[in-house]
């Protein structure tokens, strides 16, 4: 449809171009101001081609995002049934059950009835031997006792080999392992610890692992009973989903520009020299009857106001100042505007002009900012609202208060980002900022709410 009205408007065009070199400059210019619509009409449809190929754009990419989803919630499916595992195996551990797998090292241990077992019953090691979760048993020395196939498959050893091998062979860094068995001794069992490990062949793997600390009846340390499941492709997937939604998120910012810069250089031109043309007709309004005079003066006050729409549309886009003098006079700025157009009273706690940040990490704030005080506008129904920004020196908080009704209970719980109930605001925030290794905090209660954004400083950005 773009393509039909360029065509059809096209030769009206050049018709009135051949015929501009005989008019004077006035009457080009009332025909200039005719023939605006109809430009602007093949702008909008061309903008309109350009946002449906990014609309389809992303449509493919949160497909993209859904299909990680589901490999997510399927991995941690997984994880339950390495939990149910665990529990069965506490459960051995508290009847007094003791594993003999190696042919030549066994651990034997009292349980509640003080009897000593040196082994598993039937059920319970077919359960050792066919879950699909990696379970070992080693002494606190580290010297392996006990291991299933699944363990074996892992890690890509023997079972000869196993028998000889330490438990520090299987972390990256063997400190890992200790602080890890001295959590156990204190606490007497840790769920899902992670850690990186390495295979036999010397591939890295994340992995979650869970372990229990085995006593005797005098509390002494016998060994420790740990199932570890590999989440190297859930970690994969994880980043690639982060990856996918940092491309979404620059692609917003890089769209942002773009709409300020041609409505800065094209849109404001325009109104500008529309303005220019209803001044030279105001010089002439005593002609005009008083009808005429009044519109005269309406079309005069309504291109003010939209140059000035244009102008603050295009700020709020992508607003100079912050890329000029930082984010302290980027948030006054934008607070000081806020408190204008909305009425809410704004008091700032900010650092010295003088102090700046990344420019990725004060965009990501200022775009915080902007979304905490528009949900501080049209839901808590706040009179006032308070920013505040701190730089320490390995991070950075940046508050943002009212003394509003605050956030539901039940709506406060959705705000990690899953459920479209709390809307896309709270999502991008969170998404933003865990681009930088930040996150998001909301607390809020019947006195107020108040969004904090935290982000590590890291040496190479200052």
């Not at 149910?84 to 551990?93: A, D, F, K, M, Q």
């Not at 090691?125 to 048993?137: P, S």
């Not at 773009?258 to 002439?284: F, I, K, Q, W, Y």
Request: net charge neutral; hydrophobic share 35%; glycine share 8%.
């Amino acid at each position: 449809m773009s393509a039909r009205v360029s065509s059809c408007l096209g030769h009206d065009f050049s018709d009135r171009n051949r015929e501009g070199h005989h008019r004077s400059p006035r009457e080009r210019s009332g025909e200039s101001l005719r023939t605006a619509p109809d430009q602007t009409e093949i702008r909008v449809w061309e903008r309109t081609a350009e946002l449906l190929k990014v609309i389809e754009t992303l449509k493919l990419e949160l497909s993209d995002q859904r299909r990680l989803a589901e490999d997510a919630e399927r991995r941690a499916l997984q994880a339950e049934e390495s939990r149910r595992t665990l529990e069965v195996l506490r459960n051995c551990v508290g009847q007094g059950i003791a594993i003999t797998g190696a042919p030549d090292v066994s651990i034997r241990m009292s349980g509640r009835t003080g009897r000593q077992l040196t082994g598993h019953s039937r059920d319970d090691r077919a359960l050792f031997a066919e879950t699909h979760d990696a379970i070992i048993i080693t002494t606190p020395k580290g010297k392996f006792v006990d291991f299933n196939q699944a363990w074996l498959d892992l890690f890509g050893y023997t079972r000869e080999e196993a028998i000889r091998l330490n438990a520090e062979a299987m972390y990256i860094h063997p400190e890992d392992l200790h602080r890890f068995q001295r959590e156990v001794e204190r606490e007497g069992s840790v769920r899902e610890y992670g850690v990186k490990m390495s295979s036999k062949r010397g591939n890295e793997m994340y992995c979650l692992v869970s372990s229990t600390v085995l006593r005797s009846a005098d509390g002494d340390v016998l060994g420790y009973q740990t199932i570890i499941h590999d989440i190297t492709e859930l970690k994969r997937a994880d980043r690639a989903l982060r990856q996918l939604n940092g491309r979404l998120v620059r692609s917003q910012d890089e769209e942002r520009r773009r709409l300020a810069r041609d409505l800065h250089d094209g849109t404001a031109p325009l109104l500008t020299g529309l303005s220019m043309n209803l001044a030279v007709l105001e010089g002439s309004a005593h002609r005009l009857d008083p009808r005429a005079r009044r519109a005269l003066t309406e079309c005069v006050a309504l291109t003010k106001q939209g140059a000035v729409e244009v102008r603050t549309i295009s700020y709020l886009l992508h607003p100079p100042l912050l890329e000029e003098l930082g984010l302290t006079s980027g948030i006054s700025w934008y607070a000081k505007g806020f408190a204008q157009r909305s009425g809410i009273e704004v008091e700032l706690d900010l650092p010295p002009m003088s102090v700046r940040f990344p420019h990725h990490v004060e965009l990501a704030l200022f775009r915080v900012v902007q979304e905490s005080l528009a949900n501080v506008h049209r839901h808590s129904g706040s009179s006032t609202a308070r920013i505040g920004l701190i730089r320490g020196s390995e991070q950075t908080t940046l508050e943002v208060s009212d003394r509003g009704r605050g956030i539901a209970k039940e709506m406060l719980s959705k705000t990690d980002g899953t459920s479209g109930a709390v809307g896309v605001g709270i999502a991008g925030m969170q998404e933003r900022l865990e681009q930088l290794g930040g996150r998001l905090e909301i607390d809020s209660d019947c006195q107020g709410t108040t969004v904090r954004a935290i982000v590590p400083l890291y040496e190479e950005w200052l």
